[in-house]
Each structure stands twice: as structure tokens, then as C-alpha cells.
Nanobody, 122 residues
Framework: QVQLVESGGGLVQAGGSLRLACAAS???????MAWFRQAPGKEREFVAA????????YYADSVKGRFIISRGNVKNTVYLQMNSLKPEDTAVYYC????????????????WGQGTQVTVSS
């Protein structure tokens, strides 16, 4: 069974940086991994995704150029480096995994973590 545990969230001022980590248990080294986020009163939205090989990445337009998704040397760890943070980035950030394909829709991912809170103050 695949389990995902996020870490690295916290409170940061606008313009600052945070790095989120997602540690996956189970046979996930070839899985596509992604980050989604959900702000209060809003639907869950796609942030970034990376293929099992690490060669393909997707980003939401709202984070392109500011966030970087990567796989660790131990490939069942995925990171989200978040730079130039804005108050509108405030949300609970969720890690997701899928054995088959990289995608941008939440329904494409079978496994989810519990989430980590990111709060950006103005």
C-alpha cells in the first residue's frame, strides 16, 4: 500500500520561500507524483506534477517560474520548492501519486497525503 506524508509547510512572509517534501512508502519510484492545493472555500487545484522518470514536469500557470517540482536522489521523495510566495498561495498543499500517468487532474491520482498548511502573510 502506498502512503504519502507531506512536510515543510509553515508561515512565511510574501516574497519568501518554502520547500515542501513528500515522502512515499511502497513501490513508488516509477510513479507520477504531483502537488495540489486547496484554499478555504475553494476547490482543490493542480500545482505541479513530475513523471516517474523525472524528465517531464507540468506546472499551473499561476506558479510557473516560481515553483519547482523535483524528485530526490531517493526517488520516492518529491519536493516542491516555492519561491516568491504570494498571499494567494496560502492553502493546504497535498501530495498525490499515480502508478500510470502524469496528469493535472485530481481524479487521475489514486493516492493522497494528508496535506500540509502553507500560509503566506502580506
Amino acid at each position: 500500500q502506498v502512503q504519502l506524508v507531506e512536510s515543510g509547510g509553515g508561515l512565511v512572509q510574501a516574497g519568501g520561500s518554502l520547500r515542501l517534501a513528500c515522502a512515499a512508502s511502497g513501490r513508488t519510484t516509477t510513479y507520477a507524483m504531483a502537488w495540489f492545493r486547496q484554499a478555504p472555500g475553494k476547490e482543490r487545484e493542480f500545482v505541479a506534477a513530475i513523471s516517474g522518470s523525472g524528465r517531464t514536469t507540468y506546472y499551473a500557470d499561476s506558479v510557473k517560474g516560481r515553483f519547482i517540482i523535483s524528485r530526490g536522489n531517493v526517488k520516492n521523495t518529491v519536493y516542491l520548492q516555492m519561491n516568491s510566495l504570494k498571499p494567494e498561495d496560502t492553502a493546504v498543499y497535498y501530495c498525490a501519486a499515480d502508478a500510470l500517468n502524469i496528469g493535472t487532474m485530481s481524479r487521475e491520482y489514486d493516492y493522497w497525503g494528508q496535506g500540509t498548511q502553507v500560509t503566506v502573510s502580506s
